[in-house]
């Protein structure tokens, strides 16, 4: 027989049924059941500290799921505008580390000067060559320039190359990368990963009418929030290769 523990107490059960947002109801989801029948069941209740009986607000789960799919859809568009800038990106350097391990924003900062031109500002110029050093062994091929003779000098600038077909068609190309690493990934933002958190979650619930129908629920949150990544992927694809 189920001892009378609950997670929540008897008094507050009326307000939180009274209060439900949509049709779910509280799941009593009945844990380590005594198996020695009435009579010993009741012989043993007292001392059987582990029969318990979960309360269970399936709501909950699709409040949860939302709230990630929120923000993973918010961080795909981030990730999306970023790749959009490409070289363009103020950021770009953001993540270059000096030989000696100091952080390229530790000394120098990135600003744009129109659509074909980055300016990089070093704090101390003792640490101009540093920096021109660690752009041209970043990879990205780009080259700083100084802006005058002056040796003193602590600001360059780094003109963009032209923006061709090849070059717009491999930025739609890692637009495609991010997109299916938000969408079905085994990153912890992946949409895909989400969903299967939670439908693991429900899978060890009682399973009753409402648990079946919060699945169909999140199921259906899922797939909306499928088309809603999809589409901030085609609206920059749109812009890049049109621009």
């Not at 009418?209 to 797939?223: F, G, I, Q, S």
């Amino acid at each position: 027989m189920l001892s009378r523990t609950l997670p929540l107490t008897v008094t507050r059960l009326p307000s939180l049924l009274t209060h439900r947002q949509i049709h779910y109801s509280l799941i009593l989801n009945a844990k380590n059941k005594n198996k020695h029948g009435n009579e010993k069941g009741k012989k043993n209740n007292k001392n059987d500290k582990d029969d318990t009986v979960d309360i269970v607000d399936v709501q909950q789960y699709l409040t949860q799921a939302k709230t990630k799919f929120d923000k993973s859809l918010i961080l795909h568009e981030v990730k999306l505008n970023e790749c959009k800038q490409g070289k363009s990106n103020v950021h770009i350097f953001d993540s270059l580390t000096l030989p000696n391990g100091t952080k390229f924003t530790d000394i120098a900062t990135t600003t744009q000067k129109g659509k074909n031109m980055l300016l990089v500002s070093v704090f101390d110029p003792k640490d101009v060559k540093k920096i021109t050093s660690c752009i041209l062994a970043s990879g990205l091929n780009l080259t700083p320039e100084k802006m005058s003779n002056d040796p003193q000098e602590q600001m360059f600038k780094i003109t963009l190359p032209p923006r061709t077909k090849e070059s717009r068609l491999q930025q739609v190309k890692d637009l495609k990368q991010i997109f299916e690493g938000f969408k079905s990934s085994n990153s912890n933002y992946s949409l895909g990963v989400i969903r299967r958190d939670y439908m693991n979650k429900l899978k060890k619930i009682q399973q009753n009418d409402d648990v079946k129908r919060c699945v169909k629920d999140l199921e259906a949150l899922h797939k909306d929030y499928v088309n809603k990544l999809q589409e901030q992927f085609k609206h920059v694809e749109k812009n890049i290769m049109s621009s």
